[in-house]
């Protein structure tokens, strides 16, 4: 640290979080930067005899972001991971081991339910295995509450069984799975995206288009036993090249499917799911080593074109913001002359943010 008294002292940095509406506690930031999630202060001289140790410049950003996400879950790893994707520095080892280690719990935590339902259902986990996965798929489709899968799209019970079934083998468990177009499409409804290949947003097409059995070939790359395999192989620069694409995805086109839900309606064109991305946490982290897939794949050009793409959205919800600063005499004055359809879809975007329906979960501040 310089001489020059740049950065913050440990009790200047509890106070900047104070005012962004944050408890944290000095034993709080010792474990936060043990955890790698804090930056370390370093030694910036005496005080008297006592020797003063300053934070560098931004690490109150750094721990109000942490601090806002801390509230949707307590996982270093995840955490690693979310501040990455904002920009603050992490290092990539860290990144790596935080990804690699979030997937081995979740392999662990699926094959403990592979051991536990083969115990409820006196089967051999293994000798069995099938027989499990099936009843394990059983539950899951069966399921309702907060937790479940949710039903977007009607289907039978029987169908949505099956296709959960289908996804768990081919995502969870990376098996091979024979199947056809329609049992593909029937998985396009059980996900809710069925919607994406009739309806339209504006003059764009569909964006759920070609054969449905394109998902189940996604498998080679975003199956759980395969992005474990990526993540072990990963470079610092294949993850430098994945961050965009994560990041976008993560949080711009979840804004984008909640303006267009606020705009049509719930669910239009299957973008519903997508809207409350960045509601799960978790996901950010999947991401990770799906993208990295993808990119070995030969897909970078693709998402750089999506991601390009996506770049105008925080711009425009900015301007949005702006418009919430006005009166709503001025905001009709502005919109005055604009077809009516225009109109519409303004207020109604207009109505969505006042009632905090477009915001980022949690609300996270920008670099």
């Keep these: 640290m310089s001489a020059d008294n740049v950065g913050l002292e440990g009790q200047e940095l509890i106070r900047a979080a104070a005012e962004a509406g944050y408890t944290?506690?000095?034993?709080?930031l010792e474990v936060l930067r043990s955890q790698g999630l804090v930056p370390r202060p370093g030694r910036d001289g005496n005080r008297g005899r006592r020797p003063v140790w300053r934070y560098p410049l931004g690490a109150e950003l750094q721990l109000i972001s942490l601090l806002a996400w801390r509230e949707r879950t307590k996982n270093p790893n995840v955490l690693s991971v979310l501040l990455?994707?904002?920009g603050f520095t992490i290092a990539?080892?860290?990144v790596r081991g935080a990804v690699t280690d979030w997937l081995t719990v979740t392999v662990q935590t699926l094959e403990h339910e592979v051991e536990a339902e083969a115990g409820r259902r006196d089967l051999d986990p293994v000798a069995q295995r099938g027989e499990v996965v099936t009843f394990i798929a059983?539950?899951?489709a069966a399921k309702r509450g907060p937790s479940a899968v949710p039903r977007r799209v009607r289907v039978t019970a029987a169908e949505r069984s099956t296709a959960v079934e289908q996804m768990l083998r081919l995502f969870a468990f990376g098996e091979t799975v024979e199947a056809t177009e329609q049992d593909a499409a029937v998985v396009e409804k059980v996900l809710g995206v069925s919607p994406g290949r009739r309806q339209r947003v504006n003059e764009a097409g569909p964006w759920l288009?070609?054969?449905?059995?394109d998902l189940f070939d996604a498998a080679q790359v975003v199956a759980l036993p395969k992005m474990v395999e990526t993540m072990a192989q990963a470079t610092d620069a294949e993850l430098e090249a994945a961050r965009p694409f994560v990041a976008g995805m993560f949080r711009i086109l979840p804004l984008i499917a909640r303006m267009i839900g606020a705009v049509f309606g719930n669910n239009h064109a299957g973008m519903a799911g997508l809207g409350q991305l960045d509601d799960q946490p978790d996901v950010a982290v999947m991401m990770v080593p799906m993208f990295v897939g993808m990119i070995r794949a030969g897909w970078q050009e693709n998402l750089e074109e999506v991601v390009a793409a996506l770049g105008p959205i925080p711009e425009l919800a900015d301007s949005l913001k702006r418009i919430l600063e006005m009166s709503s005499k001025e905001i009709a004055?502005?919109?005055q002359g604009q077809p009516a359809e225009v109109q519409r879809s303004a207020q109604l975007l207009i109505d969505a943010a006042l009632e905090g329906r477009l915001d980022e979960s949690p609300r996270r501040l920008e670099r």
């Design 24 to 28: 944290v506690s000095e034993r709080t």
């Design 84 to 86: 990455w994707l904002n």
């Design 92 to 94: 990539p080892d860290a």
């Design 138 to 140: 059983s539950g899951v």
């Design 209 to 213: 288009t070609g054969p449905a059995l």
């Design 333 to 335: 004055h502005n919109l």
